[in-house]
């Protein structure tokens, strides 16, 4: 029987080319980062641009036209072109994150098409001698000098990369049919096409990295161009794993593997049959699941656990004197004096983190402001402890995406920080982005580690540096989080100080572009309007049911603005269990609608109203997108996270299949059903 993948294959033969009014060909695409190359995702990407390229008689493609917003793309000369006849001969060559550098010689007016904009033609520009430089999907570099046509082609699809399109420089009146273009200028542009490649003769000239080594030949199978091929044979899996039951992204199944390669990423997910079962480890009684992603947390504020919830009877009618969440934060800030050595900080964090895997979580977004020692708190250079919190979720396990952050006053107002608060202060910003660089130096991509940038909050950072900040984000394609409306005063305050709302404030300080990898956290208080405008930028919120719930907050009463989209935070980790949060996001918006299934009605998505699966892709595939991750769901290129079920977990008891999600979301605990957990390919426990 072939395998999944060769039967997907075989099914869909090539990708659809994407055309204009597809948003993805308006971005500026990502930098492919260091964790992607060398990967089946990456070798996937590759092969689909190029079967695309090749059905539709392209002469280049970029990864945006396809619908993924990756620096990639792929330029191959046949010489014998049907829609380019006049090409010469160009190897299949793939350019990962190319630079192009413009070199002397006269510019060419070419008549350019574009397989994103069929039936269309256009006189456009273009410099005839650049020299590029770029990598290949296995992370070798490369650089070549290209001339003539190749030069012209070479310059399309980077235009592709940022997002520009032939007509955006066609000269004036220069568009045209394609039909016009045959009828009316086709013999005078061919034969000026001849011209140029009797000009440049010969169309590319390697300086470094030439193709000797057989890593960039013509070749038919794109998939031979990196040293981690995409086969069905899965021979570049390390381990394999059979669980009784796997969940493959919209039900569990019986049977299947997850095979995993010495990189920490999954190479395929197959039917039992399609894999030499000599080499499988089976995994009997338990069901494997994507680990969970945990896109907020403060870890050392697990540290108040069980402190606090002690209420006495008072005559006092002082509504200030009443708990809330800022007597709450009085208390953290005592914590804040108690762990006043890096080790004391460090054990606490540790510990949290602990529970996190032994919780089913593989990944984090440790949402991280006690960054100085307490032994000297007015030293604001020394960040001992972002370093605390890397070894930390090493430990632990855990994969780290430090979300670091900048907190420089105590209110809207401009008060000057409180005596606790000093463990968090930013001096300046150009501080900040030095720590950033320096931790960032630390981080073990083959670990999937990262960063992100944050802004605490409004009442935090002065709104000029939040502009500052979130400008910086965008140039380096970080995400950008922030702490937002959790409270009715600071939206008071807010109004106050600035007549607006925080969210309002946000949305008049910062162009729509520059919001789109933006995450705030709990919105709690946000209106219905300013929400929807924020999440038409392409931000997204973090909601963290538990922690609301704990702090006396309130509901998050707007998730119709997000589609239901949202991720999922242990925040102050008082309970660290994403069962219990996947269901009180649902349970807090019941009790206050009184109905049932709020969240199903959300999303547009299929119409199966299956409410478990939504919350659980809340709890994956949501905090993954929100942290920047390459996790959330069981499919080849993926890290290789996995959380481990007990089905012989009383709460999963009777439950069939089709329903075991169900049972789990609802009806389960981490303590009773998560057994191990793996992140990038790395057991937190030996397997038994």
Not at 375 to 398: G, K, W
Not at 622 to 639: C, F, I, M, N, Y
Request: hydrophobic share 40%; net charge negative.
């Amino acid at each position: 029987m072939p395998s999944m993948t060769a039967m997907l294959r075989s099914s869909q033969k090539f990708r659809p080319i994407v055309t204009l009014g597809a948003p993805v060909l308006r971005q500026i695409a990502a930098r492919v980062p260091e964790s992607m190359f060398n990967t089946p995702k990456l070798d996937t990407l590759v092969e689909d641009m190029v079967d695309a390229m090749r059905n539709a008689n392209g002469a280049g493609i970029a990864a945006p036209q396809i619908g993924e917003p990756w620096r990639v793309f792929a330029v191959h000369g046949t010489g014998a072109n049907p829609r380019y006849p006049y090409k010469p001969i160009i190897p299949l060559t793939i350019f990962v994150n190319p630079e192009l550098e413009i070199l002397d010689g006269p510019p060419m007016q070419l008549i350019e098409g574009c397989l994103s904009i069929p039936g269309m033609r256009g006189r456009v520009r273009r410099a005839s001698r650049v020299r590029c430089t770029a990598r290949r999907p296995d992370g070798s570099e490369f650089v070549m000098v290209a001339e003539g046509h190749a030069a012209g082609t070479l310059q399309h699809e980077l235009d592709h990369l940022n997002g520009v399109l032939f007509p955006d420089i066609s000269q004036a009146d220069g568009l045209m049919t394609w039909d016009a273009f045959e009828e009316f200028h086709k013999d005078d542009f061919f034969a000026y096409a001849k011209e140029i490649n009797e000009i440049y003769p010969t169309p590319i000239k390697w300086e470094v990295g030439a193709p000797s080594d057989g890593t960039n030949l013509d070749i038919s199978d794109p998939r031979r161009m990196s040293a981690t091929k995409v086969t069905d044979e899965h021979d570049g899996a390390e381990s394999v794993y059979q669980a009784d039951l796997t969940w493959t992204g919209t039900t569990f199944e019986r049977d299947v593997c997850v095979g995993v390669d010495n990189s920490g990423h999954i190479t395929f997910v197959d039917r039992r049959d399609s894999v030499d079962s000599e080499n499988v480890r089976r995994l009997k009684n338990q069901a494997l699941i994507p680990g969970f992603v945990n896109a907020h947390s403060h870890a050392f504020q697990r540290g108040l656990r069980g402190r606090g919830e002690t209420y006495p009877q008072s005559d006092e009618s002082d509504v200030g004197d009443r708990p809330s969440f800022w007597t709450w934060r009085e208390a953290m800030y005592d914590l804040v004096t108690e762990l006043n050595t890096v080790e004391a900080f460090k054990a606490q964090v540790l510990q949290c983190f602990q529970e996190m895997a032994s919780a089913g979580i593989t990944t984090v977004g440790e949402f991280h402001y006690f960054r100085h020692a307490a032994s000297d708190p007015h030293d604001e250079t020394n960040f001992a402890m972002d370093i605390a919190v890397l070894e930390a979720a090493r430990e632990a396990n855990v994969r780290l995406v430090l979300l670091a952050a900048c907190y420089q006053r105590g209110g809207f107002d401009d008060r000057p920080l409180g005596p606790g608060q000093r463990h968090f202060q930013t001096p300046d910003l150009k501080t900040y982005w030095h720590q950033l660089d320096n931790f960032t130096k630390l981080l073990d991509v083959k670990r999937g580690e990262a960063v992100g940038a944050v802004v605490h909050s409004l009442r935090a950072v002065r709104i000029q540096d939040v502009q500052s900040i979130a400008a910086e984000a965008t140039r380096r394609q970080l995400p950008l989080h922030l702490h937002l409306e959790e409270q009715p005063q600071e939206i008071a305050d807010c109004q106050a100080t600035h007549k607006v709302t925080p969210l309002g404030l946000l949305l008049q300080s910062v162009p729509a572009e520059q919001l789109s990898r933006t995450c705030a956290v709990h919105c709690t208080h946000s209106s219905q309007a300013e929400l929807a405008e924020f999440a038409k930028t392409g931000a997204s919120v973090c909601v963290c049911p538990l922690t609301e719930g704990s702090l006396g907050d309130g509901v998050f009463l707007s998730p119709e603005a997000t589609g239901g989209a949202v991720s999922l935070g242990t925040d102050c980790n008082a309970r660290i269990d994403m069962f219990e949060e996947m269901r009180w996001l649902e349970y807090t918006q019941r009790l206050a609608r009184g109905q049932r299934g709020v969240f199903s009605t959300l999303s547009p998505s299929d119409g199966t109203g299956e409410l478990s699966r939504q919350l659980f892709e809340c709890a994956t595939i949501h905090g993954a997108r929100d942290l920047q991750v390459d996790t959330g769901t069981l499919e080849p290129g993926k890290w290789a996270d996995f959380a481990l079920l007990d089905l012989n977990a009383p709460a999963l008891s009777g439950s069939k299949d089709a329903d075991l999600l169900g049972a789990a979301v609802f009806g389960g605990s981490a303590e009773g059903l998560v057994n191990n957990t793996c992140t990038a390919g790395t057991w937190t426990r030996p397997l038994e």
